[in-house]
């Protein structure tokens, strides 16, 4: 009995890693696409001469992204 009640703790753990997992990508894959269209609207003629680099873009959004996590973990309940 007890086998049975880990194997299905195991199973749900992994089916909501795996939806984590994506809905992170999803959040960062939307952050990163206010950043970009905020730095075409803020920069417009650094963004029409390609001087703003994509890697830039990358950073700002990864740091938004772990910043409202962590800022979201850290709720008091």
Do not use: C
Request: proline letters at 1%; aromatic letters at 16%; hydrophobic letters at 65%.
């Amino acid at each position: 009995m007890a086998w049975g009640f880990g194997l299905k703790a195991m199973f749900v753990t992994i089916i909501a890693s795996f939806f984590l997992v994506i809905m992170g990508m999803l959040y960062f894959m939307f952050t990163l696409w206010i950043v970009k269209v905020g730095a075409s609207f803020i920069l417009p003629e650094m963004w029409n001469a390609g001087k703003i680099d994509g890697s830039y873009m990358v950073i700002a959004a990864a740091l938004i992204s772990a910043g409202s996590m962590i800022a979201s973990s850290m709720q008091r309940q």
